[in-house]
């Protein structure tokens, strides 16, 4: 089904409905001695979409978004973004092109403040050096001023005024989730990669994040990459959709092209004993995600 | 409770004079509830309450009476303390703060006191100039021995260090030509910046607490900027800081540098205090002496580093105090000194991991609303 996609991608380009790619991995592997993460995955994600990386768990989709934030040297393979060669960068310097990205469990710096770690994600923008910052004087006192305004604007957005000041390890789950968007919104990105942004909420905390996704795709014009198991959110929101098998990339499309894929569905549900017409309507995926009905499919 | 309320100024809206709530206001126990700040610099500062102020002024302007009202015993008591209160503070920022464990304190110490010693001593230049680069050699041989951090944490780490340790004793013994070996280097001169002397232990006095002062509040900026958040965030989470763009092992280097810069000056007070620098004035045990200090007072806070450094300091002082009123002063106090510093390192890590800096904000918190604390 790789094919598809490319395809579809060329066309949608030629006829200017999408932006350019902003983001491509091109044949990418990733190993970890006999173990293979990534078999060959390639993938764009254009410029001002919404993009879903779906797939049973193990398929490789964490992996990929490690790959692009430079946390695992592929094996081979290249990735680009806004068309340069961004394979062999660090974590670091993806971070200062404008890629910021939050992690399936929460990896927020505990011991600080939730103010603390939103200017932590300014840490890219600022510049005053380690005397004028010791003396705390001039440039260096006018910058934290300037940008704790920026990161205030960022807690309205969030809705997080009255857990600014405490202490992150001490915030409730859903909470941590909203201030790690938080402190990647700080960084002022123009790609989002999100890791499960859902994972482990209730229904009504899963509506405030979708919520909270698309202003920031709309008002800040970010383009992101979601990874989500929640197929209801997943079909609703995104562009586009990949669906990544045992490192592969079984599937690509829009959401309805990917509900209706049989190699999708095959993955997700199993080989078909007897003959049925079978669509991946939101409610069966849901269940197909969790491992153990894979099993018994 | 109540939390600390910053207000957002509406953007466009007339803005109206502030009137800053007197200093009285903040003194007695409010009805109304939390500390309200109109501006983010207000919000910022270091000290946002006035009864905290009042206990600076407090703070400093006993500091500034003692050497006046104290005998020579104490104001020597006290300058000792100093010196290693910029030793913890500069241990504090590699290990508390940065998450890099080290127990090189006693070898970086050596670095910092050698380097004044042979320029005062054996080259003839003058305290100004050989107090800067003994903090600057530190810091350059503290990032090298950082090095390793960059694949090893924790444990590991601890051990990368001891071999720094290791080395820099061996090579204080072997290097004759320029340590004088066991020997050590004697007849360092009291601080002087050209005729003004610090021979005298109050004048001496004086010198030590400006630099204690000069070392607490670039600690305090530090860690409220851009570096120092890099520093904590690496001690949290170095995945995540990364990832966020601190270039992780940039920074850890230049904790390293920073904390061996503070512990390097250290060491060079020290030799400028005692007159002398050997090298049994900088083994393991003083490594192990500091970390004490720093697991006792708090690891991760910059009064921490104070409260700790105090309380290992004046022990073998208040433990000779209390055996001679007790009527036991024949007590071998250095015995007495070492289990006491043991059981202390124990207690407080099983009962207040975070120190006697935990212990007085907790002391704080209840009074904030007493005598309503519930």
């Known amino acids: 089904m790789g094919e598809h996609g490319e395809v579809q991608a060329v066309l949608q380009r030629a006829n200017g409905q999408v ?46 978004l490690n790959a692009f934030s430079g946390l695992y040297p592929i094996t081979s393979g290249r990735l680009l973004y806004d068309g340069h060669d961004v394979t062999r960068l660090k974590p670091h310097q993806i971070a200062r092109l404008g890629v910021a990205r939050t992690f399936q469990n929460i990896e927020l710096f505990k011991g600080m403040s939730v ?57 409730a789950y859903g909470l941590q989730k909203r201030v790690e968007l938080g402190r990647a919104l700080a960084m002022q990105p123009r790609l989002l990669l999100l890791d499960e ?85 939101p409610s069966a995926v849901d269940h197909a995600a969790d491992p153990r009905a894979r099993a018994r499919g | 409770m109540c939390s600390a309320v910053a207000v957002k100024p509406t953007p466009g809206a007339p803005t109206r004079p502030q009137r ?114 003994a903090g600057l050699t530190t810091a350059a041989i503290g990032a090298i021995f950082g090095v390793p951090s960059l694949r090893l944490k924790g444990l590991y780490l601890l051990i990368a260090t001891l071999a720094a340790q290791v080395i820099v004793e061996w090579l204080i013994l072997r290097m004759v030509w320029l340590t004088k070996g066991p020997n050590g280097i004697y007849g360092i001169k009291p601080p002087a910046f050209g005729p003004l002397e610090f021979s005298d232990r109050r004048a001496f006095y004086f010198l030590m607490l400006f630099f204690v002062v000069i070392a607490i509040l670039f600690a305090a900026n530090l860690f409220r ?58 083994n393991i045990s003083v490594s192990i002496e500091y970390l004490g200090m720093i697991i006792i007072g708090g690891l991760g806070s910059i009064s921490g580093a104070i409260y700790g450094a105090a309380f290992i300091r004046l022990l073998p002082t208040a433990l000779s105090l209390m055996t001679g009123t007790l009527g036991l002063a024949g007590t071998n106090v250095g015995v007495l000194q070492q289990a006491v510093f043991g059981l202390a390192i124990v207690g407080f890590l099983i009962f207040e991991p975070h120190g006697i800096a935990k212990i007085w904000r907790d002391v704080k918190d209840y009074f904030k609303l007493w005598p309503f604390s519930y």
């Open chain 1, 19 to 64: 932006g350019s790619i902003q983001l491509e991995a091109q044949d990418v592997h990733l190993r970890f001695g006999g173990v293979v993460a990534l078999a060959g995955v390639s993938l764009g994600v254009h410029q001002g979409e919404i993009a879903a990386i779906i797939g049973p768990n193990g398929a490789g989709k964490t992996s990929l």
């Open chain 2, 225 to 282: 900027t851009k570096i120092g958040r890099a520093f904590v965030a690496i001690r949290d989470q170095d995945i995540a800081a990364s990832v966020a763009g601190v270039d992780v092992f940039k920074y850890k280097l230049l904790a390293f540098g920073v904390s061996s810069f503070y512990v390097g000056t250290a060491g060079a007070l020290q030799a400028h205090d005692r007159l002398i620098v050997s090298p049994e004035y900088f």
């Open chain 2, 20 to 133: 800053r709530a007197s200093w009285w206001e903040s003194l007695r126990p409010r009805i109304g509830c939390g500390v309200y700040h109109s501006t983010y610099a207000d919000d910022m500062a270091l000290r946002t309450t006035t009864a905290s102020r009042l206990r600076l002024v407090l703070v400093s302007v006993t500091a500034v009476m003692f050497p006046f009202v104290a005998g020579d015993y104490w104001v020597g008591e006290a300058n000792r303390l100093y010196i290693a209160i910029i030793g913890a503070l500069g241990l504090n920022i590699l290990v508390g703060f940065t998450g890099q464990i080290s127990i090189a304190q006693g070898a970086f110490m050596a670095v910092g006191g050698y380097t004044t010693a042979i320029m005062t001593v054996t080259l003839g230049l003058p305290f100004w100039l050989s107090l800067p680069c």
């Open chain 1, 197 to 281: 942004p859902m994972a482990g909420m209730n229904a009504e905390e899963k509506e405030d994040m979708a919520r909270f996704v698309l202003d920031i795709h709309e008002e800040r014009n970010v383009t992101i990459v979601l990874i989500e198991h929640d197929m209801g959110v997943v079909m609703d929101i995104s562009d586009h959709v990949a669906v990544l098998n045992f490192g592969r990339r079984i599937g690509y499309g829009t959401p309805d092209e990917v509900r209706r894929d049989p190699d999708v569905i095959q993955a997700y549900l199993g080989e078909e004993t007897e003959p049925r017409k079978a669509t991946l309507e």
């Open chain 1, 115 to 171: 103010l603390d770690n939103l200017m932590l994600g300014r840490h890219i923008h600022l510049k005053s050096g380690l005397l004028s910052s010791g003396l705390y004087w001039g440039a260096a006192r006018r910058e934290e001023v300037a940008n704790r305004e920026i990161i205030e604007d960022v807690i309205d957005f969030l809705e997080i005024e009255a857990i600014r000041k405490r202490t992150v390890g001490t915030l």
